[in-house]
């Protein structure tokens, strides 16, 4: 059980385009999906709490109108990069913590790795 | 801001030895802690969560946390090259504001069992 899936697991994309990437829950209801972001060799840093029909917490320092989260069910969250940079290369994990559930426990995709050319 | 604090190493362990991660994290007020073990390209795994101080075991795994001195451990038993990987503590919760519900990382561990 607890099974996060993300699309797609890597991305090749050229400098200012969009990229979407999809966090689904696969067998449980997820009331809130977080985003992270993984440069080489440093850890994983939060970019965002997503909340099903609201707007996503943006931490500081990550800019919302670049990274748009929308978490229309509870199911799924999607991350659009838009006008990505070569910057914003970077290894890109969802969470999920399952709905009324007693426990904080987050369960992580398998991560989508983008480069932006 | 929180911070999570953890030795890059890398920790060097013989096959068959207990090996030892340690983690101290800056917020007083930090509720929920985690490690995760992450291999090399791939997304972390949950190993263990503890809440309260004192000790917790699964399997060859145990945790320990230590509120007072804000630190938390982990110890692996009977250490096998498979368990080589870079171990991330994470903490959730406190009295920093913003993302109170995400997971402060530290940068991790990286641990080698020696066969």
């Known amino acids: 059980g607890a099974v996060v899936s993300q699309h797609p697991s890597w991305v090749i994309c050229k400098s200012g385009t969009s990229v979407k990437i999809e966090c689904r829950s696969l067998?449980?209801?997820?009331?809130?999906m977080f985003w992270y972001r993984q440069f080489p060799k440093q850890s994983l840093m939060l970019m965002a709490t997503?909340?099903?029909?609201?707007?996503?917490?943006?931490e500081q320092g990550v800019e919302k109108d670049k990274f748009l989260i929308n978490h229309a069910s509870l199911t799924l969250s999607t991350l659009t990069v838009t006008s990505a940079h070569p910057e914003d290369s970077s290894f890109y994990i969802c969470?999920?913590?399952?709905?009324?559930?007693?426990?904080?426990?987050?369960?992580f995709g398998p991560g989508t790795r983008l480069t932006v050319l | 801001q929180k911070e999570v604090e953890q030795n890059s190493g890398p920790l060097s362990v013989p096959e068959g030895a207990i090996a030892s991660l340690n983690c101290t994290y800056s917020d007083r007020g930090s509720q929920s802690f985690f490690w995760y073990r992450q291999y090399s390209g791939k997304s972390p795994e949950l190993i263990m969560s503890?809440?309260?101080?004192g000790d917790k075991e699964d399997g060859r795994f145990t945790a320990q946390l230590n509120k007072a001195s804000q630190y938390v451990s982990l110890l692996i038993r009977d250490s096998q090259p498979s368990d080589s990987a870079t171990y991330l503590c994470a903490v959730r919760g406190g009295y920093s504001g913003g993302g109170a519900d995400g997971l402060t990382f530290g940068k991790g561990t990286h641990l080698i069992i020696q066969p």
């Open positions: 969470s999920a913590r399952e709905a009324g559930g007693r426990s904080d426990t987050q369960y």
């Open positions: 503890i809440y309260s101080n």
């Open positions: 067998d449980f209801q997820a009331t809130t």
């Open positions: 997503s909340n099903e029909g609201s707007k996503a917490t943006y």
